[in-house]
C-alpha cells in the first residue's frame, strides 16, 4: 500500500453537497426533452428523428420507476428502431412495455402470444408473493429470480408486497 493510497483511506472523500433530484413522474415537463436528447444521442440513423404524438403522449404518462435510466435504455432502443424512418411510433417500443402502457394509450404492436407471455409471468410472480406471505426474497428465490428483478415486476403491474401480508 502507498501513502498516496493510506493518505485518501485516513481523510475520505467530504461531502460538498447533497443535490436532491425528484423522479420522472414528478417532473413530467422533462420527459420529452430529455427524450428527444437521448434519441439524437443513440440515434443510428443521420436524419432528424421525430416522435409521434401518440408515443409522446405514452412517454410523459409512462411513471418511469427506474427514472432518467429507464427512460435512456427505452430511448437506446427507440433509436436502434428508428433507422430510415421518418417517425418513431408506439408501435417502436421494446415488448416488455406492452403491459405497462399509461392511461388512455393503447399498443396496436401488442401480439396475443407477448399479452399471454406477460399474463402468465404476472401470476407466477403473484403466486409466489402469495406463497411467500409478501417476502420479495423469499418469492424471488422460488422464481429463481434476483430480488431487484421481482421488484422491478411487482412496480410494473402495480402491486404492492403488504397486499401479500398476513
Known sequence: MTARSTNARR???PRVVTVEIPPL???RDDIL???EKFLVEDSESTLPVRISDELARWLVEFDWPGNVREL???CRYLGTRAWGKPEITIADLPPTYGGRVGPGA???SV???EREKWEFQRAQILRAMQESRGSIIDA???LGMSRNQ???RLREYGVTREEFRV
Do not use: C, M
Request: glycine share 4%; no cysteine; proline share 0%.
Open 11 to 13: 481523510l475520505g472523500r
Open 111 to 113: 401480439t396475443s402470444f
Open 25 to 27: 413522474r414528478q417532473r
Open 106 to 108: 393503447a399498443i396496436a
Open 72 to 74: 435512456r435504455n427505452v
Open 140 to 142: 424471488a428465490s422460488l
Open 150 to 152: 421481482v421488484s422491478r
Open 33 to 35: 426533452a430529455l427524450a
